[in-house]
Nanobody, 115 residues
Framework: QVQLVESGGGLVQPGGSLRLSCAAS????????MGWYRQAPGNQRDVVAS???????NYADSVKGRFTISMNNAKNTVLMQMNNLKPEDTAVYYC?????????WGQGTQVTVSS
């Protein structure tokens, strides 16, 4: 079992930055593929970025060059730095852990990009 708690969301103006954090407990995240997903009202939940146990990262085309996912093993935390935010980035952002015993989700954190 993995418990995930996201933080770092908020209201930011277009062009601004936020850093999301996903703190894990119950297991070591380096044993999991970790990902950030987002879901806007009326839309499905889509993957934004992921990082494998080997450190390979992948990004949705819409965020390439603006978002960076990283893993802090010492703090058992996954981060996502989001720069040059756009109104279309507005959504609830969820952290997910995928491993041999299943997949686990956090409760989500709201990101709103608006002037």
């Amino acid at each position: 079992q993995v418990q995930l708690v996201e933080s770092g969301g908020g209201l930011v103006q277009p062009g601004g930055s936020l850093r999301l954090s996903c703190a894990a407990s119950g297991s070591i995240i380096s044993a999991y593929t970790m990902g950030w997903y987002r879901q806007a009202p009326g839309n499905q939940r889509d993957v934004v970025a992921s990082i494998t146990t080997g450190g390979t990262t992948n990004y949705a085309d819409s965020v390439k060059g603006r978002f960076t996912i990283s893993m802090n093993n010492a703090k058992n935390t996954v981060l996502m730095q989001m720069n040059n935010l756009k109104p279309e980035d507005t959504a609830v952002y969820y952290c997910r852990a995928l491993g041999p015993v299943g997949r686990f989700w956090g409760q989500g954190t709201q990101v709103t990009v608006s002037s």
